[in-house]
């Protein structure tokens, strides 16, 4: 079983969609959460991180985790053609803290439409 | 303010060969990581370097080095290529804040193994 699981979609919405993308994780002690944003052909951008349980609000993006279910989620509000990318959720390879050291989903594939 | 940089950007090397990568950090940073990220797959962690020493390392092979200069550019090595090297080579920097260290990624190197 995958440290971080991500449904690699791909994913079609039209403009101005809610979106919602999804990660499940296995060890619950993990605390820190990250969604970084990857363009095609670029390097990952860190979009929200978010520590243990509860939502996050960033512009048009709210970060959720539920430790209970060990669920991570990032929703996108009034999406636009520049979200179109892959998303990746991340975790911290270290159980105690935050130390830098990465997890990664397999990341989805979003795609707005005009 | 300058962004992490890697160079070069595409490479293309033969089965058997070595190949160096090198990586500039964001400005003020101290501490790079390596990742591998297989064509629509996570990055995977390779190791991290800290005052010029590894100080953790994902599970690749002793074919995989690194080396962190005085200035804290670093560079990641790898021997006897095989063809399933050939990924996208991300660098990230971080500095540490508290508890916090936030990881900021570069554009990659394109590593294609014949």
């Known amino acids: 079983q995958k440290e971080v699981e991500q449904d690699p979609g791909p994913l079609s919405v039209p403009e101005g969609a809610i979106v919602s993308l999804n990660c499940t994780y296995s060890n619950s002690a993990f605390q820190y959460f990250m969604w970084y944003r990857q363009y095609s052909r670029k390097g990952p951008e860190l979009l929200m991180y978010t520590y243990s349980s509860g939502n996050k609000e960033d512009g048009r993006f709210t970060a959720q985790v539920d430790k209970s279910s060990k669920y991570i989620s990032l929703f996108i509000r009034d999406s636009q053609p520049s979200d179109s990318a892959t998303y990746l959720c991340?975790?911290?390879?270290?159980?105690?803290?935050?130390?830098?050291?990465?997890?990664f989903g397999q990341g989805t594939t979003l795609q707005v439409k005009p | 303010d300058a962004g992490v940089t890697q160079s070069p950007t595409h490479l293309i090397k033969t089965r058997g060969q070595q190949v160096t990568l090198r990586c500039s950090p964001k400005s003020g940073h101290d501490t790079v990581s390596w990742y591998q990220q297989a064509l629509g797959q996570g990055p995977q962690f390779i190791f991290q370097y800290y005052e010029e020493e590894e100080r953790q390392r994902g599970n690749f092979p002793d074919r995989f080095s690194g080396h962190q200069f005085p200035n804290y550019s670093s560079e990641l090595n790898v021997n006897a290529l095989l063809l399933g090297d050939s990924a996208l080579y991300l660098c990230a920097s971080s500095l540490r804040q508290g508890d916090q260290e936030t990881q900021y990624f570069g554009p990659g190197t394109r590593l294609l193994v014949l």
């Open positions: 991340a975790t911290d390879l270290f159980h105690s803290g935050n130390t830098g050291k990465l997890i």
